[in-house]
T-cell receptor, first 115, second 115 residues
């Protein structure tokens, strides 16, 4: 029973490059959340997606960040023109029904380093 | 808006001693409360959650937490810790203002168990 998969686990980019982070939810889960963990801080909500729909992107920076969860394939978090401040661990979580009481199952995270 | 405060950033303790990790929250609506554990370089794993009913919640690995509505607290306890409990612990609340599981996390508490 595979859990949430994220790749790559570590990603190094130079300032101005693009970063693409992938998340495959638990099989059968159609609800995905992305969180960002900055150094010395807790996780901060970024975006909530259902298949083919963005439900809540209130935690996403307005520029350079985008997310998608297509009908087929993994969810993608895309950061264009990365800056040093984007260096963080990005976690994806999935849940079966997306409800308030659901347990969210977290992936191991992608640690992004911007040089 | 909701917020979660974990009162201790680091808690050192000796093996087999009891431990309490403190969590306070603020919210103007009903909340659901969670404790997650993060081992080094891994994703978050659910320890326990409070949804309703009995205020004492038992979780995995011998942990338990007590929901106290009047004090808006949800402290995590374990009567006797092991070296393997060394990890970072996060308290989180589900946003009662939405219908989905948008989690707000505390800053985390690093528990270090010494032999």
């Amino acid at each position: 029973n595979a859990g949430v998969m994220q790749n790559p686990r570590h990603l190094v980019r130079r300032r101005g490059q693009e970063a693409r982070l992938r998340c495959s939810p638990v099989k059968g889960h159609s609800h995905v959340y992305w969180y960002r963990q900055l150094p010395e801080e807790g996780l901060k909500f970024m975006v909530y997606l259902q298949k083919e729909n963005i439900i809540d992107e209130s935690g996403m920076p307005k520029e350079r960040f985008s997310a998608e969860f297509p009908k087929e394939g993994p969810s993608i978090l895309r950061i264009q023109q990365v800056v040093r401040g984007d260096s963080a661990a990005y976690f994806c979580a999935s849940s079966p029904a997306g409800s308030l009481t659901d347990t969210q199952y977290f992936g191991p995270g992608t640690r992004l380093t911007v040089l | 808006a909701q917020s979660v405060t974990q009162l201790d950033s680091q808690v050192p303790v000796f093996e087999e001693a009891p431990v309490e990790l403190r969590c306070n929250y603020s919210s103007s609506v009903s909340v659901y409360l969670f404790w997650y554990v993060q081992y080094p370089n891994q994703g978050l794993q659910l320890l326990l959650k409070y949804l309703s009913g009995s205020t004492l919640v038992k979780g995995i690995n011998g942990f338990e937490a007590e929901f106290n509505k009047s004090q808006t607290s949800f402290h995590l306890r374990k009567p006797s810790v092991h070296i393997s409990d060394t990890a970072e612990y996060f308290c989180a609340v589900s946003d009662g203002g939405t219908s989905y599981g948008k989690l707000t996390f505390g800053q985390g508490t690093i528990l270090t168990v010494h032999p």
